[in-house]
């Protein structure tokens, strides 16, 4: 335990402070030379990090090398399935962005093994374009929309993907046998995605709102994502808004997401297209978007009312938010980022109505840029964090293990 704790104390510095001597590791992080000397070598061995020539640092004598964070053969994939798509999104250990792609599905109105077997063939495609690129991978995660038992990757539920009880991880170690799987709720993994590289990255008290079919949250307080005694926190989509509202896909009536959801605004623009409608077409939250952003620009009068309703009741549920977490900034994803004119005025000024006027003034509504891949970006980001808390779980190559012995 003491050596893979120096292990990562050793990477992740690399990966804070730039490129280093070994004197100056052992120097900064309060290793002696011998100690990083050899943790070096077998962070060198997994592919970890890379010599990258002298260092010149002022001093007297020959300059050491310079050691760098590498990980370009280790590779972190992030997967994503939605009511309407299935996202891939893999980085190396650097940050290198080498898959990002989105497919049209319609998981809603499949069974869940059909669900499965659609992601799993994601997942080898993506895997295999990894492997084309001379990458390893270290680790997916997935991201649903649902509540999640992160012990072993089963979904408990997932409303709106009509799931309950269903082995997500199960699947995936049959597609990547040795590989660790874990599963995550969408909005926690997109909020961490925004706190590390997001529009508002950094922010101590921040609250993510998904903006998708269903309307899911991630709490970052106090600088950590906040999860609860079984790691539910956050599904503010559900909370009661209206008694005498519309039925919600988890059974009960007037959820906020019935509200503010995409399902609700497609609902109220294209009724004839409007989710759980089957005409045979897979529409991807995108191509829905573009008609309603059609319509807006004519000028329909009920694309305008759909809108200031939704900026309504997200302002409204919003204040909700923000009596019970203080938070100083709302990033909002997918559709509502994507329209952001026509909502966020509208969700701020009914948040200002309502809210104490205190902590109102100080919490302020911004769209995300990262559009709808922020949980799988969250999700390959999880991945490489959990191989720089854990180095050990790179395994080192069956030819640098001979080379070594």
Not at 37 to 60: C, D, F, K, Y
Not at 133 to 141: E, P
Not at 168 to 190: F, H, I, K, Q, S
Not at 380 to 393: E, F, K, M, Q, Y
Request: overall charge negative; charged content about 20%.
């Amino acid at each position: 335990m003491i050596r893979r704790s120096n292990l990562s104390l050793v990477l992740r510095h690399l990966q804070e402070h730039g490129p280093r001597s070994r004197s100056a590791v052992a120097a900064e992080t309060g290793l002696n030379k011998a100690t990083v000397t050899s943790l070096v070598g077998e962070l060198r061995a997994r592919g970890l990090i890379r010599e990258i020539g002298p260092q010149h640092a002022g001093s007297v004598g020959r300059p050491g090398l310079a050691l760098a964070l590498d990980g370009a053969g280790v590779g972190a994939l992030g997967l994503e399935i939605n009511v309407d798509y299935i996202a891939a999104f893999a980085t190396d250990l650097a940050g290198r962005v080498l898959v990002d792609r989105r497919v049209g599905f319609d998981a809603m109105g499949c069974e869940p093994e059909a669900s499965l077997d659609e992601l799993a063939r994601v997942a080898r495609d993506a895997i295999a374009e990894l492997h084309m690129l001379g990458v390893r991978v270290a680790g997916i995660t997935v991201a649903v929309p649902g509540l999640i038992d992160g012990t072993n990757g089963v979904v408990h539920v997932a409303p709106n993907l009509g799931w309950y009880g269903v082995p997500v991880a199960e699947r995936l170690w049959e597609v990547a046998p040795g590989v660790p799987v874990t599963v995550a709720n969408d909005a926690n993994l997109a909020a961490l995605a925004e706190f590390t590289n997001g529009v508002a990255a950094g922010s101590a008290d921040m609250v993510y709102l998904t903006g998708e079919v269903g309307v899911g949250g991630g709490i970052i307080a106090g600088g950590r994502l906040l999860g609860g005694a079984d790691g539910f926190a956050g599904e503010v989509g559900h909370v009661m808004v209206d008694s005498s509202g519309e039925r919600c896909g988890c059974g009960r009536i007037g959820c906020w997401e019935t509200k503010v959801g995409l399902a609700a605004l497609v609902r109220m623009v294209t009724p004839d297209h409007a989710y759980g409608v089957r005409d045979g077409i897979v529409r991807d939250p995108e191509e829905r978007l573009s008609e309603i952003e059609r319509r807006l620009a004519v000028g329909d009068p009920q694309v305008d009312h759909a809108l200031a309703e939704v900026g309504r009741w997200l302002g409204r549920g919003s204040a909700t938010l923000v009596r019970l977490f203080n938070p100083r900034v709302i990033v909002v994803g997918g559709f509502f980022a994507r329209l952001e004119g026509h909502i966020l005025p509208r969700a701020q000024a009914e948040l200002a109505r309502l809210g104490v006027t205190g902590s109102v003034a100080r919490c302020t509504f911004v769209a995300s840029d990262l559009g709808f891949g922020a949980a799988s970006r969250g999700a390959a980001g999880v991945v490489v964090d959990r191989v720089l808390a854990n180095p050990t779980t790179v395994e080192i190559p069956p030819t640098t293990l001979s080379t070594l012995a």
